[in-house]
């Protein structure tokens, strides 16, 4: 008896939450029929990132695209740490949720990215990448910063007082060997005593390893130190080597450490992509000439406390070469090969 | 040639084996305590990097380093627990357990250091610990500026050997946890409380665990970046294994492991032997794993590692 009241009770409950679940059901329904989402007139570009953003190379794409947001009026969003393993799933809810431009690294993922890219003819792709573009939509761009590069070395060459340098970086890819050969031959350029040191460490995000690296490279008596990694930085202030920093202006980490360095603007570059894009233009090209100097897609960082201690006739020398390079009459070797301690 | 010996004499040379080494042997000792007492703690990698970005939070709001080290390791004592939850009262698979917990707290720390820091161009710094002379004895030439002028971490990781040794070996605790983890049900019925004793196991390696992340972002580093143990904890688990689950061993697999992490980093900086860089970068692992086959072949697990216990089974 009792047991059957129960049992009616949750019978007449379940139906009336059915009932009520409908109503809602329909409810919403009706909602969504009259519900159109705010239309934004700005294009929608997603950034899809294999590391965290904090990684120097990722940062660099990130601010243009920020900036690209200011003063373009584009709609951005981005998803950061996307191993390879996610990278299509990612890439595709973006193309598939109105964003006209998907860029990124796509250095992990090459394949995905280019397969994936190929089931979205509408939508631009333009990643980082180590290879070529492929049509009919697939563009990319590089971190062409040799020419910032062979400038600081020439520094290095001239403010080396034990004439080794030492270079320490992630591992020896395209993007990285043409640096460090650059900075290495822009101090070669300069006083021909200079031994170049290197040192991987196989990895793209360990500052505790790159510190260590460096400290050796220091014992082994290097002085002017190309930080293409963060950590190194750290070591030379600690044990009054100098230091040249990468990819985006660190003076901060180390004022009377860190002399200048390259830096990557990605601004140039994005500001183009999302032209061409805005104007229906097919982007299936690489932009890799817009992170030249000329281009201002790369430059020599500020000197800061340097501006002073750095002796006049360094200036003079790296300023009449910076214009060479922009006037377009001195050409910075590209050297990707591998690169080994003098 | 003359170049690289002059390099393995030199007292950095030394001062860098003993620094780098710090954290392997914290995480190692950590980890064997869970081992010893019949857990296999595979959230080794995911804990130190939790521990590492709270500590790291501590000591950047709190000015404070050693606080900083007390987050990381109540930090890292937490998702002990948490592993212990699942392995121990719940008995489940260890490894998967393990991976879990390691991605739980990777997810972890990314997601609180995203909440706190935001998306920072440069990553937030803190002044890092210094190293400590000892009065008298970092007088004494060529050994004083190698071991008795490092980190106070250090000297507490160069302790913490014998302490454990002591406890493992000596005590009646150590005992226990031991047997816990040879055969729990002989443990049982001597009135030993397993689930209490894997638990405690789990949380000194937990905090210990912690404190080698600290170590990482507070020592030898001054910053926290996602990427900071790059599969340090993984090595650690190796080592256990290396060093047969005693403590004098396992330090010492840290220690070699960090000689040759140490000397392929000069190697790499001479131009004596000029081989591809990725040889270099693999030395450490190779000769590990060499030596261990060489030296640890009649190494055996604790019985009951790997196996959740229950009371009324047999």
Redesign the interface.
């Given at each position: 008896m009792k047991k059957e009241m129960v049992h009616n009770y949750f019978k007449k409950y379940f139906i009336r939450l059915i009932k009520q679940a409908g109503f809602g059901a329909l409810a919403l329904l009706v909602l969504g029929i009259f519900y159109q989402p705010v239309q934004a007139s700005g294009l929608k570009v997603a950034a899809v990132f294999e590391?965290?953003?904090?990684e120097p190379w990722v940062?660099q794409i990130?601010?243009a695209l920020l900036q690209a947001k200011k003063e373009m009026g584009i709609e951005y969003t981005w998803s950061e740490?996307v191993k390879s393993a996610d990278f299509a799933r990612v890439m595709r809810e973006y193309a598939e949720n109105g964003y006209k431009l998907i860029t990124g690294d796509s250095f992990g993922a090459e394949r995905i990215a280019r397969r994936v890219a190929r089931d979205y003819p509408d939508v631009s792709f333009v990643f980082g990448s180590g290879i070529g573009p492929a049509e009919p939509n697939f563009g990319v761009f590089d971190n062409w910063i040799h020419e910032p590069a062979y400038l600081s070395g020439m520094i290095a060459g001239k403010m080396t007082k034990s004439n080794v340098l030492?270079v320490v970086a992630a591992?020896?890819i395209p993007e990285v060997n043409r640096l460090s050969n650059a900075f290495c031959n822009g101090a070669k350029e300069v006083n021909n005593k200079v031994?170049c040191?290197?040192?991987?460490?196989?990895?793209?995000?360990?500052?505790?390893?790159a510190?260590?690296?460096a400290?050796?490279?220091i014992?082994?008596g290097?002085d002017v130190l190309y930080a293409e990694r963060?950590?190194v930085i750290?070591a030379c202030a600690e044990k009054g080597a100098l230091a040249i920093s990468n990819m985006?202006d660190?003076a901060?980490?180390g004022p009377n450490t860190v002399i200048t360095g390259p830096v990557w603007d990605m601004w140039p570059t994005i500001k183009h992509v999302v032209t061409l894009v805005k104007a229906g233009v097919p982007t299936a090209q690489d932009f890799g000439g817009f992170s030249f100097m000329g281009k201002g897609g790369s430059y020599l960082a500020p000197y800061h406390k340097w501006e002073n201690k750095l002796p006049a006739d360094v200036k003079s020398m790296v300023e009449k070469r910076k214009q060479e390079i922009l006037d377009g009459t001195h050409r910075v070797d590209v050297d990707e090969s591998?690169p080994?301690?003098? | 040639m003359d170049?690289i010996l002059s390099?393995i004499f030199?007292i950095?040379?030394f001062a860098?084996l003993i620094?780098?080494a710090t954290p392997f042997i914290l995480a190692t000792i950590g980890e064997l305590f869970a081992e010893r007492s019949g857990v296999l703690n595979l959230g080794i990698e995911g804990i130190m990097l939790f521990g590492a970005m709270s500590g790291f939070t501590m000591a950047y709001f709190s000015n404070s380093l050693w606080l900083g080290v007390l987050a990381a390791m109540l930090t890292g004592m937490l998702m002990a627990i948490l592993m212990g939850f699942l392995t121990v009262s719940l008995g489940l698979s260890q490894h998967v357990s393990g991976i879990g917990v390691t991605l739980l707290s990777t997810g972890f720390a990314?997601f609180f250091y995203r909440l706190i820091f935001g998306?920072?161009?440069?990553?937030p710094?803190i002044k890092a610990f210094t190293p400590v002379g000892i009065p008298v004895l970092m007088d004494i030439p060529w050994v004083g500026p190698v071991l008795f002028q490092q980190a106070a971490l250090t000297y507490l990781a160069l302790l913490l050997v014998p302490l454990s040794a002591f406890l493992l070996f000596q005590t009646p605790w150590g005992l226990n946890l031991r047997t816990v983890g040879e055969n729990p049900h002989a443990a049982d019925s001597a009135g030993v409380n397993v689930s209490a004793m894997r638990y405690q196991g789990l949380m000194i390696s937990g905090a210990l665990m912690g404190a080698a992340g600290a170590f990482?972002v507070m020592v030898?580093?001054?910053?926290f970046?996602?990427?900071?143990i790059?599969g340090r904890g993984w090595v650690c688990i190796a080592l256990v294994v290396f060093g047969q689950w005693g403590p004098w061993k396992s330090a010492a697999g840290a220690l070699l492991f960090a000689l040759i992490?140490?000397l392929q980093?000069?190697l790499?900086?001479?131009?004596a032997i000029?081989l591809?860089?990725?040889v270099?970068?693999m030395m450490p692992f190779v000769l590990t794993i060499v030596t261990m086959t060489l030296v640890s072949r009649n190494a055996r697990a604790p019985s009951a590692l790997l196996k959740p216990f229950r009371k009324e089974e047999r």
């Amino acid at each position: 008896m009792k047991k059957e009241m129960v049992h009616n009770y949750f019978k007449k409950y379940f139906i009336r939450l059915i009932k009520q679940a409908g109503f809602g059901a329909l409810a919403l329904l009706v909602l969504g029929i009259f519900y159109q989402p705010v239309q934004a007139s700005g294009l929608k570009v997603a950034a899809v990132f294999e590391t965290p953003i904090e990684e120097p190379w990722v940062n660099q794409i990130h601010v243009a695209l920020l900036q690209a947001k200011k003063e373009m009026g584009i709609e951005y969003t981005w998803s950061e740490s996307v191993k390879s393993a996610d990278f299509a799933r990612v890439m595709r809810e973006y193309a598939e949720n109105g964003y006209k431009l998907i860029t990124g690294d796509s250095f992990g993922a090459e394949r995905i990215a280019r397969r994936v890219a190929r089931d979205y003819p509408d939508v631009s792709f333009v990643f980082g990448s180590g290879i070529g573009p492929a049509e009919p939509n697939f563009g990319v761009f590089d971190n062409w910063i040799h020419e910032p590069a062979y400038l600081s070395g020439m520094i290095a060459g001239k403010m080396t007082k034990s004439n080794v340098l030492g270079v320490v970086a992630a591992m020896p890819i395209p993007e990285v060997n043409r640096l460090s050969n650059a900075f290495c031959n822009g101090a070669k350029e300069v006083n021909n005593k200079v031994r170049c040191k290197f040192s991987f460490i196989g990895s793209f995000f360990d500052p505790p390893k790159a510190k260590e690296a460096a400290l050796a490279q220091i014992e082994a008596g290097a002085d002017v130190l190309y930080a293409e990694r963060f950590g190194v930085i750290e070591a030379c202030a600690e044990k009054g080597a100098l230091a040249i920093s990468n990819m985006s202006d660190q003076a901060s980490l180390g004022p009377n450490t860190v002399i200048t360095g390259p830096v990557w603007d990605m601004w140039p570059t994005i500001k183009h992509v999302v032209t061409l894009v805005k104007a229906g233009v097919p982007t299936a090209q690489d932009f890799g000439g817009f992170s030249f100097m000329g281009k201002g897609g790369s430059y020599l960082a500020p000197y800061h406390k340097w501006e002073n201690k750095l002796p006049a006739d360094v200036k003079s020398m790296v300023e009449k070469r910076k214009q060479e390079i922009l006037d377009g009459t001195h050409r910075v070797d590209v050297d990707e090969s591998t690169p080994h301690s003098d | 040639m003359d170049e690289i010996l002059s390099q393995i004499f030199h007292i950095g040379f030394f001062a860098a084996l003993i620094r780098i080494a710090t954290p392997f042997i914290l995480a190692t000792i950590g980890e064997l305590f869970a081992e010893r007492s019949g857990v296999l703690n595979l959230g080794i990698e995911g804990i130190m990097l939790f521990g590492a970005m709270s500590g790291f939070t501590m000591a950047y709001f709190s000015n404070s380093l050693w606080l900083g080290v007390l987050a990381a390791m109540l930090t890292g004592m937490l998702m002990a627990i948490l592993m212990g939850f699942l392995t121990v009262s719940l008995g489940l698979s260890q490894h998967v357990s393990g991976i879990g917990v390691t991605l739980l707290s990777t997810g972890f720390a990314f997601f609180f250091y995203r909440l706190i820091f935001g998306q920072p161009s440069t990553p937030p710094n803190i002044k890092a610990f210094t190293p400590v002379g000892i009065p008298v004895l970092m007088d004494i030439p060529w050994v004083g500026p190698v071991l008795f002028q490092q980190a106070a971490l250090t000297y507490l990781a160069l302790l913490l050997v014998p302490l454990s040794a002591f406890l493992l070996f000596q005590t009646p605790w150590g005992l226990n946890l031991r047997t816990v983890g040879e055969n729990p049900h002989a443990a049982d019925s001597a009135g030993v409380n397993v689930s209490a004793m894997r638990y405690q196991g789990l949380m000194i390696s937990g905090a210990l665990m912690g404190a080698a992340g600290a170590f990482l972002v507070m020592v030898q580093f001054n910053a926290f970046t996602f990427g900071v143990i790059s599969g340090r904890g993984w090595v650690c688990i190796a080592l256990v294994v290396f060093g047969q689950w005693g403590p004098w061993k396992s330090a010492a697999g840290a220690l070699l492991f960090a000689l040759i992490d140490a000397l392929q980093l000069r190697l790499q900086a001479s131009s004596a032997i000029n081989l591809p860089y990725q040889v270099f970068l693999m030395m450490p692992f190779v000769l590990t794993i060499v030596t261990m086959t060489l030296v640890s072949r009649n190494a055996r697990a604790p019985s009951a590692l790997l196996k959740p216990f229950r009371k009324e089974e047999r």
